[in-house]
């Protein structure tokens, strides 16, 4: 992560504009030294990437006003209380037209400063992850619902979190479904399927040692909680497949001694637990495996709302077999660049992870398909667009306007029904047909950037 050492970071854009856009951007998960993530974490690493592209464009000016502090409530606390007196104080002093807030920690500031960022004309916006939305805690689901109805736009990382923003209140005239981008230079190009074993064996030699040229090594990356069903696939899906199957498991998490008790069987010996991974050996897992897997499962007050991880699989070439379920599906299209599997079905995990580690030209089919698709469509300077377009459309909504009171836009630019409500929210199965306000670019009916696209 570069160490930008000022306040303002400025950069590359191919198409500059008259005025750079002023951009607050603020986060409770980064490094203020040097704005990288404060742990290894989905919605941490997009926040720091985020940021690193938006700072690097010629046709925006980014104020980071970030720190570590989400997991230290007296901290977060005072970073709360210091990032709204900076908020107030930029926004009064017409030093900022437009904020944007990494997740809805943050994202509740634009309650205390609604009137304030009203006045001065500056538009706001705010970045949805999954849990950051729907965490059970009453005082916290009330400021989220409130902070639905100031905020100007609200961009969800996939259908499934903007479904749960729907049903907290936020008008669907709000909502654009921005998905996490990827870092398409932290990993080189694919390598080819007969470079992957020795690729393995260079970084892991002791763990690929028992490991034949002809078996399959499925990996799985991510912090090791109960959603994300590591232990459950060791438990009842390995016991189905064939013995020159392995499972290597790369990541830390409470889920931990679950997933130990779980290898207690039979498949036990196929089964590795890596801990956490410096970069360039998780690159080595990601590039000698030879299929990932990402079986979550669906449990009540939590929620998978993109799956970052199926993202730098695609970059390295990994084909997947993921759970149909919340934001994975954005993501992986099922016969394309993976299989998708009901959540909490082992046969049908087990059958997919059969039908590709018997058939390597499909593998390589749906590898090749993933890659193009990770570095095309969920490149971080593609995400960073829609982003920017957003914002843009507000901030100028709101210039344009001789009211003192900013209105939003609509399809036909700005639209007087802010506070007059929209369509009721819908039901939890209607996610797909979540529809967001419009972008510079239309997008397919659903208004995903990339997920359902082909």
Request: glycine content about 10%; overall charge positive.
């Amino acid at each position: 992560m570069p160490d930008f050492s000022g306040k303002e970071l400025t950069a590359h854009r191919a198409r500059p504009l008259a005025a750079p856009l002023r951009l607050a951007f603020v986060s409770h998960a980064l490094r203020p030294e040097d704005h990288g993530p404060a742990r290894v974490g989905g919605l941490e690493r997009a926040a720091a990437e985020l940021l690193d592209v938006l700072g690097r464009r010629e046709d925006i000016v980014v104020t980071p006003i970030v720190d570590a502090v989400m997991s230290d409530p007296l901290r977060f606390a005072a970073f709360s209380a210091s990032a709204l007196g900076r908020l107030r104080g930029m926004a009064r002093a017409g030093e900022i037209d437009a904020v944007l807030f990494s997740a809805m920690p943050t994202g509740w500031m634009s309650v205390p400063l609604e009137q304030t960022l009203r006045r001065a004309g500056v538009a706001s916006a705010a970045i949805c992850h999954g849990h950051d939305v729907i965490m059970p805690f009453g005082p916290y689901q009330h400021l989220v619902r409130r902070a639905f109805r100031s905020l100007d736009a609200v961009m969800p990382v996939s259908r499934a979190t903007g479904a749960r923003c729907v049903e907290r209140g936020l008008a669907p005239d709000r909502l654009h479904v921005t998905p996490n981008g990827a870092d398409v230079e932290r990993f080189a190009p694919a390598p080819p399927p007969e470079a992957r074993r020795g690729i393995l064996k260079a970084a892991f030699p002791r763990e690929a040692a028992g490991v034949g040229s002809d078996e399959l090594v499925i990996a799985s990356v991510g912090r090791q909680a109960p959603r994300k069903g590591h232990a459950w696939f060791v438990r009842e899906v390995m016991p189905r497949l064939p013995a020159g199957a392995h499972f290597w498991l790369a990541g830390e998490g409470r889920e931990a001694k679950a997933i130990e008790a779980a290898a207690g069987g039979d498949a036990g010996a196929r089964v590795r637990r890596l801990g956490g991974l410096s970069e360039a050996r998780l690159a080595a897992l990601y590039r000698g495996a030879d299929l990932f897997v990402m079986p979550n499962l669906a449990l009540p007050g939590d929620i998978e709302g993109f799956g970052l991880v199926l993202l730098e699989a695609a970059l390295n070439g990994l084909p997947v077999v993921c759970a149909d379920l919340e934001g994975m599906a954005d993501v992986v299209l099922d016969g394309v660049n993976g299989r998708l599997a009901a959540s909490g079905d082992a046969a049908a995990f087990a059958a997919a992870v059969r039908e590709l580690s018997g058939d390597p030209d499909l593998r390589e089919r749906f590898a090749r398909a993933a890659e193009v698709r990770a570095r095309g469509r969920f490149s971080w300077s593609a995400i960073a667009e829609r982003h920017v377009d957003i914002l843009r459309r507000y901030q100028s909504c709101h210039s344009n306007l001789a009211s003192p009171r900013p209105l939003p836009m609509s399809v036909g630019g700005c639209d007087a029904s802010r506070d007059q409500g929209g369509p009721s929210p819908g039901r939890l199965g209607d996610a797909p047909r979540l529809r967001p306000a419009p972008s510079v670019r239309e997008q397919r009916p659903g208004g995903v950037v990339g997920p359902q696209a082909g």
